[in-house]
């Protein structure tokens, strides 16, 4: 059964700082993985999707990474803005494109 | 082109009532999926609708049961609900053939009483 980790549970940066969010998995046959991002009492917007057979894929400040041998996977904010606080989620896709998501990473940038 | 959505908002239920929760999917759209997410936590996959059919199912009681129309859009049904089962229920919606490109709607918030 595909289990998805994602640490640190919360994060509170200063505005400007460099973050890195954290996501594990255990079973390494996936399709892919994707970044969601998740406003408080909202949807889930898709951030980055990250095949298989690629290792990473950028939109502006965000870089997302992926080992699938090692079942891991970063998203890297640059330069971290107050309008970027929200849920982070992890997900992971596997056979019937069923998505297994993390608890996700709840980020706070003051001003 | 309307996104994924999804009615009501909001619905406050006793224990042991029954609910049903509406989505439509984004235009062009013919497989729809439901998530619950609890409180704090991430979503769980409930179950996939594709050509009228569930097509997949996560770990989920026989208590919450679908359905999918003609023009794709889609219900969740529970039963016998518990407070256990207040959470926000998420509708994504996809490609058969770009299936893991999932769009997701903004949720019903559902508390159970």
């Known amino acids: 059964k595909q289990e998805v980790t994602q640490i640190p549970a919360a994060l509170s940066v200063p505005e400007g700082e460099n973050l890195v969010l954290n996501c594990s998995f255990t079973?390494?046959?996936?399709?892919?993985l994707q970044w969601f991002r998740q406003d408080p009492g909202k949807g889930l917007t898709s951030l980055l999707l990250?095949?298989?057979?690629?290792r990473e894929q950028t939109s502006g400040r965000l870089n997302a990474s992926l080992d699938k041998s090692s079942g891991r996977s970063t998203l890297y904010i640059a330069a971290s803005q107050p309008g970027d606080s929200a849920t982070y989620l992890c997900?992971?896709?596997?056979?019937?494109?069923?998505?297994?998501f993390g608890g996700g990473t709840r980020l706070m940038v003051k001003p | 082109d309307a996104g994924v959505t999804q009615s009501p908002t909001h619905l406050i239920k006793t224990r042991g009532q029954q609910v049903t929760l509406r989505c439509s999917p984004k235009?062009?759209?013919?497989?729809v999926s439901w998530y619950q997410q609890a409180l704090g936590q991430g979503p769980q996959f409930i179950f996939q609708?594709?050509?009228?059919?569930?097509?997949q199912r996560g770990n989920f009681p026989d208590r919450f049961s679908g359905h999918q129309f003609p023009n794709y859009s889609s219900e969740l049904n529970v039963n016998a609900l518990l407070l256990g089962d207040s959470a926000l229920y998420l509708c994504?919606?996809?490609?058969?053939?770009?299936?893991?490109?999932?769009?997701f709607g903004p949720g019903t918030r559902l508390t159970v009483t």
């Open positions: 994504a919606s996809s490609l058969r053939d770009r299936n893991y490109e999932q769009y």
């Open positions: 079973d390494s046959a996936i399709y892919n």
């Open positions: 990250i095949q298989s057979s690629q």
């Open positions: 997900a992971v896709s596997t056979a019937g494109n069923m998505l297994t």
């Open positions: 235009s062009g759209h013919d497989t």
């Open positions: 609708y594709y050509e009228e059919e569930e097509r």
